[in-house]
C-alpha cells in the first residue's frame, strides 16, 4: 500500500426487505463472518469499515460508514431521515423470493428522493441457494437498469462477492472526487 495520499467518509445505507441478508452482508464485510441465526433489525444498526483504493497519486482512505436498515413492515417511518446525508445505498434482495425484488424500486425511489444524486447498488443475495433461486437473471438486470445501478450475485454465507461488491461501491464513491483511480 502507497501513501495515504486523500481521506473520505462517506455513509451508506443498506435497504431491502426483511430476511434478504442485509445485516449479513454487512457482518462479512466488516467482521468476516456469517451467523446462521436470523435477527431482525429493529431501527438501524451502524458498522464502520475502511476501504484502501489505489489511486495514480498513492492511496485513498474511504471510510464506509454502513448503516443497515430495517426492512418490511417492520421499516419505521423515520427511515427517509436515516437516508439523509448518504453517499449511496446497497439495495438488497433475496433470490429466493422473487416478492423481494419488486421492493427495489421502492426503496431506490425513497432513497433517491432524499439523496438524489447519490449512488445506487444492487445486491441479489443467497445465490448460494441454487436450487431455491427463483428470481431469474432477466428480472434482475432490468431492475438494475431501471436506476443505471451495477448489480452483484453475492452470498452472505459464503461471502461470493460481498468484499467486490463493497470495494465497486468504494471506487465509485472516489471516483467522483479523484478520476485517476487505478481500476
Known amino acids: ?9 462517506r455513509k451508506v445505507c443498506l435497504l431491502g426487505d426483511f430476511a434478504v ?11 468476516g463472518r456469517f451467523d446462521e441465526r436470523y435477527l431482525s433489525t429493529i431501527g438501524v444498526k451502524v458498522d464502520r469499515k475502511v476501504l ?5 497519486s498513492g492511496t485513498l482512505q474511504l471510510t464506509l460508514m454502513l448503516w443497515d436498515l430495517a426492512g418490511g413492515p417492520e421499516r419505521s417511518s423515520m427511515a427517509p431521515s436515516y437516508y439523509r446525508g448518504a453517499a449511496a445505498a446497497i ?3 433475496d433470490l429466493t423470493r422473487p416478492e423481494t425484488l419488486s421492493g427495489l424500486a421502492v426503496y431506490a425511489q425513497e432513497f433517491l428522493a432524499v439523496n438524489p444524486s447519490a449512488r445506487i447498488v444492487m445486491a441479489a443475495n443467497k445465490v448460494d441457494l441454487v436450487d431455491d433461486r427463483r428470481v431469474s437473471d432477466d428480472d434482475l438486470a432490468t431492475a438494475a437498469s431501471e436506476h443505471d445501478a451495477p448489480l452483484f450475485l453475492t452470498s452472505a454465507k459464503t461471502g461470493e462477492r460481498v468484499d467486490a461488491m463493497f470495494q465497486h461501491l468504494g471506487v465509485l464513491l472516489i471516483s467522483e472526487h479523484s478520476p485517476q483511480i487505478i481500476p
Open 21 to 31: 441478508g442485509k445485516t449479513s452482508l454487512v457482518r462479512h464485510f466488516v467482521e
Open 52 to 56: 484502501y483504493i489505489p489511486a495514480s
Open 91 to 93: 439495495i438488497a434482495c
Open 1 to 9: 500500500m502507497g501513501s495515504i495520499t486523500r481521506s473520505l467518509a
